[in-house]
C-alpha cells in the first residue's frame, strides 16, 4: 500500500507517520510506499523498509497536487492547514492553504481518474455558537471563524467528489488535541494544552480565558487513532454524511486544572497564571462545548474517558513518564 | 440608489428587475441606477426613469467580477448560477459558474473596500435526505447535488464575509419556484411547474415521479417578494446566521393536481401524462419535502398559503387572466 501524508510535518502528521511505520501495515496490507509532503521538510520516517519519498511542497501552488498524486497513492491523509488563529488573522493565506490547497487535492485526484481513499482532518471548528448543551449529529455548521469555514466547505467538497465517485472520502471532525506537544502554534486553541504542557515541563503557562470555559479534548494518540480508524471504513458502513464530527472529553479548564493536580500534584497545578486576553476569548467563545459524536461512536471511534486520561498519556508519549514537580 | 442584479436575463431576474422598475425605490430609497447582467444580454429595463447599464458576462471569467461591481452598487442581488440538473450533468461549468463566479463576485467587493448588501439566491437543495417530516432551520447541510454543495459553499463564503465585515449577505433558500413561466429550463425540478403551465396553455405535460412526491414551492411573485424583504433587512434583525430557509407550500404532486382541477376545471388537468424518469426520480428523492423555515417566517417573509393561490398567480401574471380549457 502506497500512503500520501499532507501536512506530514505537523505534529499529528508525524505521529501518524510514526504509527504507520510502527505498524507496517493498514487495513491488513503492508505500507510499502510512504509519501511525505509539508511546507517545511518532513523527516525522512524513521526505520522504515519500505520506499520513502519526502517533498516541500504547498498544495496549492501551481502543479503541486498534481506532482503530489502522480504515483498514484492508495490512501491519502490530507492533514495540510493553516491553523484556526492564522487563518483569522490571515484571511487570503487562509482561503489559499485550506480551500484553495484542498480543492487543488481533490482536483488533482478527478483528473487523474482514480479512486484513493482521502482521510481529511476537519475540525469541530465547522460548529457556531449558540450550541444545544451538546451538539447532535444533525446539527447545523454555521462556523464563527474563517478556519472553521474553509473546514466547512472542504467537508462539502470532499463529500461531492466523493458522491461522484471520484475518490472515497472521509472527514473526521477533530475536537481540540490537547496535550499538544512542542512549543505554542498559532491555534487560538494553544493555551488548552499550554496549561497542562508548561506546568509539567517546570514552566510558566498563561491562562486567557475563564475556568469555566468547557470544550472538547482529545489527546494525540486518540486522534490517531481515529485517522487509522477512518482508513478502514467502508463506504457502504458511512452511507452518504461521511463527515463525522470525533468523539472526545468534555470539560471545563477548572476541570483540567483538577485533573493536571490530581495527576501531577498542587505545585505543577499552581504555574498557571491567569492572563486574559480579549481575541481568545471572543474565538473560543464561538466554539462547541460538547458534542454526541453518536455516529462516530457507533462506527467504533475511540476517545479517552476522562481528562485524567490525557494528561497521563502525554507524560508517558512525552515526557517519558517524568514530570518537574 | 444603485442596485446591481447577476443572472438579470433569467426568469427572476426578469421578474425582480419589473417589480423594482415598478416600485421606483427599494427600503424607502428612490432607484436611481439599475445595472443588470448575464451570460447572456439582459433586456434594458422598460419604463426606467434612471439610469441604466445592460452588459453581458461571466462572473467566473478574469476580471468581470471587478468590472460588474466597478460603480460600487449598493445593493447587489446576485441571482447567477447554472441550475441543478446542468450542474449534475456538467460538474466543471457546475463549479466554475456557481462556486466561482460567486467567489470572484465576493472577492471583488473585498477588494473594493466598501461594504455593499449582497442578497444571495440558495436553494433548498443545499438539504439531503434522510430528513425529518418537516425540516428545522438548525438543520445540518448534506447536499446529494452538485448545485446543493456549490450553493452550501457559497452561503459559507457569504457569512465569512460578512462576519469579516467584507459586504452584508442575505443568503435565501428558496423553495421550488412554482408556476415557472416559458419553455422548461435543465432544472431536474422543472417538471413541478411544466404539469401546472403546459396544461393551462392546452398542452401536453410530462410527469416523471410519482403523485405521491412531496415538496414546498412558493410562486415567482413570491420569491421576488422575499428578495425584496432581504434587502431591507438589518444585520442587527439578522444576526450572524444570515442563510435562511424560505417558506413555501408544502403539498405532493397529487394535490398539485387537485388545484390545477379545482382552479381550472378535469379537462385541463387531463393533460398530465405519466412518463416516469429515473435521473429526475433520483435527484428529487433527495430533495427536502417540507421545511421549518421558521426564522425566515419570523422575520417576515411571506409565501402562499395553498397550492390554488400559486395556480391563480400564475393565470394572472402569465396568462392575463385565460386559460385555454
Same mark, same amino acid.
Given at each position: 500500500?502506497?500512503?500520501?501524508?499532507?501536512?506530514?510535518?505537523?505534529?499529528?502528521?508525524?505521529?501518524?507517520?510514526?504509527?504507520?511505520?510502527?505498524?507496517?501495515?493498514?487495513?491488513?496490507?503492508?505500507?510499502?510506499?510512504?509519501?511525505?509532503?509539508?511546507?517545511?521538510?518532513?523527516?525522512?520516517?524513521?526505520?522504515?523498509?519500505?520506499?520513502?519519498?519526502?517533498?516541500?511542497?504547498?498544495?496549492?501552488?501551481?502543479?503541486?497536487?498534481?506532482?503530489?498524486?502522480?504515483?498514484?497513492?492508495?490512501?491519502?491523509?490530507?492533514?495540510?492547514?493553516?491553523?484556526?488563529?492564522? !487563518?483569522?488573522?490571515? %484571511?487570503?493565506?487562509?482561503? &489559499?492553504?485550506? /480551500?484553495? @490547497?484542498?480543492? =487543488? +487535492? #481533490?482536483?488533482?485526484?478527478?483528473?487523474?481518474?482514480?479512486?484513493?481513499?482521502?482521510?481529511?482532518?476537519?475540525?469541530?471548528?465547522?460548529?457556531?455558537?449558540?450550541?444545544?448543551?451538546?451538539?447532535?449529529?444533525?446539527?447545523?455548521?454555521?462556523?464563527?471563524?474563517?478556519?472553521?469555514?474553509?473546514?466547512?466547505?472542504?467537508?462539502?467538497?470532499?463529500?461531492?467528489?466523493?458522491?461522484?465517485?471520484?475518490?472515497?472520502?472521509?472527514?473526521?471532525?477533530?475536537?481540540?488535541?490537547?496535550?499538544?506537544?512542542?512549543?505554542?502554534?498559532?491555534? !487560538?486553541?494553544?493555551? %488548552?494544552?499550554?496549561?497542562? &504542557?508548561?506546568? /509539567?515541563? @517546570?514552566?510558566? =503557562? +498563561? #491562562?486567557?480565558?475563564?475556568?469555566?470555559?468547557?470544550?472538547?479534548?482529545?489527546?494525540?494518540?486518540?486522534?490517531?487513532?481515529?485517522?487509522?480508524?477512518?482508513?478502514?471504513?467502508?463506504?457502504?458502513?458511512?452511507?452518504?454524511?461521511?463527515?463525522?464530527?470525533?468523539?472526545?472529553?468534555?470539560?471545563?479548564?477548572?476541570?483540567?486544572?483538577?485533573?493536571?493536580?490530581?495527576?501531577?500534584?498542587?505545585?505543577?497545578?499552581?504555574?498557571?497564571?491567569?492572563?486574559?486576553?480579549?481575541?481568545?476569548?471572543?474565538?473560543?467563545?464561538?466554539?462547541?462545548?460538547?458534542?454526541?459524536?453518536?455516529?462516530?461512536?457507533?462506527?467504533?471511534?475511540?476517545?479517552?474517558? =476522562?481528562?485524567?486520561?490525557?494528561?497521563?498519556?502525554?507524560?508517558?508519549?512525552?515526557?517519558?513518564?517524568?514530570?518537574?514537580?
Amino acid at each position: 500500500m502506497h500512503i500520501l501524508i499532507t501536512g506530514a510535518a505537523g505534529m499529528i502528521g508525524r505521529k501518524l507517520t510514526a504509527r504507520l511505520v510502527g505498524d507496517g501495515k493498514l487495513n491488513d496490507k503492508p505500507i510499502d510506499y510512504l509519501t511525505l509532503i509539508d511546507v517545511v521538510a518532513p523527516e525522512k520516517p524513521a526505520g522504515f523498509s519500505g520506499k520513502a519519498e519526502v517533498s516541500t511542497s504547498d498544495l496549492s501552488a501551481p502543479g503541486a497536487a498534481t506532482r503530489a498524486i502522480a504515483a498514484r497513492p492508495d490512501m491519502i491523509f490530507h492533514l495540510a492547514g493553516v491553523v484556526s488563529g492564522e !487563518a483569522e488573522t490571515d %484571511f487570503e493565506k487562509g482561503y &489559499r492553504v485550506n /480551500l484553495d @490547497g484542498t480543492r =487543488a +487535492l #481533490l482536483e488533482a485526484i478527478r483528473a487523474a481518474n482514480y479512486r484513493p481513499k482521502v482521510i481529511f482532518t476537519s475540525s469541530i471548528a465547522v460548529f457556531g455558537a449558540p450550541f444545544p448543551t451538546s451538539i447532535p449529529d444533525e446539527f447545523q455548521l454555521t462556523p464563527l471563524t474563517s478556519y472553521g469555514a474553509q473546514k466547512a466547505i472542504c467537508e462539502l467538497l470532499l463529500a461531492d467528489y466523493t458522491r461522484r465517485g471520484f475518490l472515497d472520502g472521509v472527514g473526521i471532525r477533530l475536537p481540540t488535541i490537547c496535550v499538544r506537544p512542542g512549543k505554542p502554534n498559532k491555534a !487560538a486553541s494553544g493555551f %488548552f494544552s499550554g496549561i497542562i &504542557r508548561e506546568p /509539567l515541563a @517546570g514552566q510558566e =503557562a +498563561l #491562562l486567557p480565558v475563564a475556568e469555566s470555559v468547557r470544550h472538547t479534548h482529545a489527546s494525540p494518540r486518540a486522534a490517531v487513532g481515529f485517522l487509522i480508524h477512518a482508513a478502514g471504513l467502508t463506504h457502504e458502513q458511512l452511507g452518504p454524511r461521511i463527515n463525522l464530527a470525533m468523539p472526545g472529553v468534555s470539560c471545563t479548564v477548572g476541570e483540567q486544572i483538577d485533573a493536571l493536580r490530581r495527576v501531577a500534584g498542587g505545585k505543577v497545578a499552581a504555574r498557571i497564571r491567569r492572563a486574559p486576553d480579549e481575541l481568545i476569548q471572543r474565538i473560543v467563545s464561538g466554539w462547541a462545548e460538547r458534542i454526541d459524536a453518536t455516529r462516530a461512536r457507533e462506527l467504533g471511534f475511540r476517545a479517552e474517558a =476522562a481528562f485524567d486520561d490525557i494528561v497521563r498519556a502525554h507524560i508517558e508519549d512525552e515526557l517519558g513518564g517524568k514530570i518537574v514537580s
